[in-house]
């Protein structure tokens, strides 16, 4: 049970924070960058993502609470918000889900300091991967254990984003674009799974069905 909800979360966030695709896109960002620079950049900018996730994953639960939302309707909003991202994922385009748009991108590319703006947010806690740690730790329904099973998932995939940030010239000349593409589709596969079965549940305990 425990390695199951581990596995759902890791894959969920991995999905939806897309750490292959932020290292891509942060190297074609930092391109001429000295070294020394990016590596500033690329902690700077987890460690503030880290911060906003958190933060929902502490908060969160208490805020729909706050906003009399239902924890089906967030399961319900969530898996559709998730199965958008996969399909985006599926057949590889870029919306603002999980990646920054094209006027975005244009506007990164004129600031010097990219840590905040695009980079923690909106590629590493953009709306998708919020949306994930809203609903996930909501799950956990005051278990602490499932809770902190779920924000072990997210701390995981910092690391793993933080590491390829550290390698991204690497990581994307190993893989090329159809290396990333064939990625993210995998992943999104299971992501449009995973978004189904959540819409399932939130649908199966709302009052119009249950």
């Known amino acids: 049970m425990m390695i199951e909800i581990a596995l759902v979360a890791f894959t969920t966030f991995f999905a939806t924070m897309g750490p292959v695709d932020v290292a891509a896109i942060f190297s074609v960002l930092t391109k001429g960058t000295p070294s ?3 590596r500033a950049l690329a902690l700077k900018g987890v460690f503030i993502a880290a911060c906003i996730l958190l933060a929902f994953a502490l908060f ?4 729909l609470s706050r906003l009399g939302i239902s924890l089906a309707a967030m399961r319900t909003a969530g898996g559709i918000l ?18 920054t748009t094209d006027d975005e991108n244009d506007e990164a590319k004129t600031k010097q300091d990219i ?6 947010t909106p590629l590493i806690a953009g709306p998708g991967s919020m949306g994930a740690v809203v609903l996930l730790t909501a799950e956990s329904g005051g278990d602490w254990l499932h809770w902190g099973i779920t924000v072990g998932a997210l701390v995981a995939n910092l690391i793993l984003t933080l590491v390829l940030l550290l390698m991204a010239g690497q990581v994307q000349r190993v893989l090329g674009v159809t290396g990333l593409n064939v990625i993210s589709r995998v992943v999104g596969v299971l992501l449009a799974a995973l978004a189904v079965q959540f819409m399932f549940d939130g649908l199966s305990d709302s009052p119009l069905i249950g």
């Open 36 to 38: 020394p620079q990016r």
């Open 82 to 99: 998730l199965l958008l991202i996969a399909i985006d994922m599926v057949f590889a385009r870029h919306s603002g889900g999980s990646s």
């Open 115 to 120: 840590s905040v703006f695009p980079l923690a």
């Open 60 to 63: 969160g639960e208490a805020a």
